[in-house]
């Protein structure tokens, strides 16, 4: 055999067969069942915030329910409508967009109501389309 076999024979035994020292103060290797917690699932944590609102709501005064009530319904009405004028916003843009094609001076008037800029819609449709159409198209889409 080699020196160089031996040597490495040498260290591998000495490496692999060598009995590890207990070092004193070491931490205890963690139980597998310790570090798999139970799961908490969504229903149980939503009946745990529920609880501790409920508590927090026991714990208020007669004045301070009555305003977080308001301020409550305050803040629905908001979400409420700005969730509506989301909704409507783009099915309205398209319609008017399909309706100014189709009747320039209409969707004008939908749009603005009966003002200024209908009738000057209204004029230039009925001297020629196109440049009704384009008024008309102009105004709603820089708007929007």
């Known amino acids: 055999m080699k020196k160089s076999q031996l040597l490495f024979f040498l260290f ?12 004193p103060n070491a931490p205890k290797p963690v139980e597998k069942e310790a570090i798999t917690a139970k799961p908490v699932s969504a229903e149980e944590m939503a009946k745990q915030q529920a609880a501790t609102a409920k508590e927090e709501w026991n714990n ?6 009555k305003a977080k009530r308001k ?3 305050k ?3 908001s979400a409420l409508k700005t ?13 008017l967009i399909i309706l100014a094609v189709l009747i320039p001076p209409l969707a004008m008037g939908l749009y603005d109501g009966i003002s200024k800029r209908f ?14 159409l384009i008024y008309t198209l102009v105004v709603i889409l820089r708007e929007n």
Do not use: C, H, Q
Not at 119 to 132: A, N, R
């Open 12 to 23: 591998a035994f000495a490496f692999f067969v060598t009995p590890t020292y207990a070092v």
């Open 60 to 65: 208020l005064s007669r004045k301070e329910k």
């Open 71 to 73: 301020e409550m319904k």
């Open 75 to 77: 803040n629905l009405k």
């Open 83 to 95: 969730a509506k004028e989301d909704a409507n916003s783009d099915l309205d843009l398209t319609l």
């Open 119 to 132: 009738w000057i819609s209204l004029l230039l449709t009925l001297l020629f389309y196109v440049p009704g």
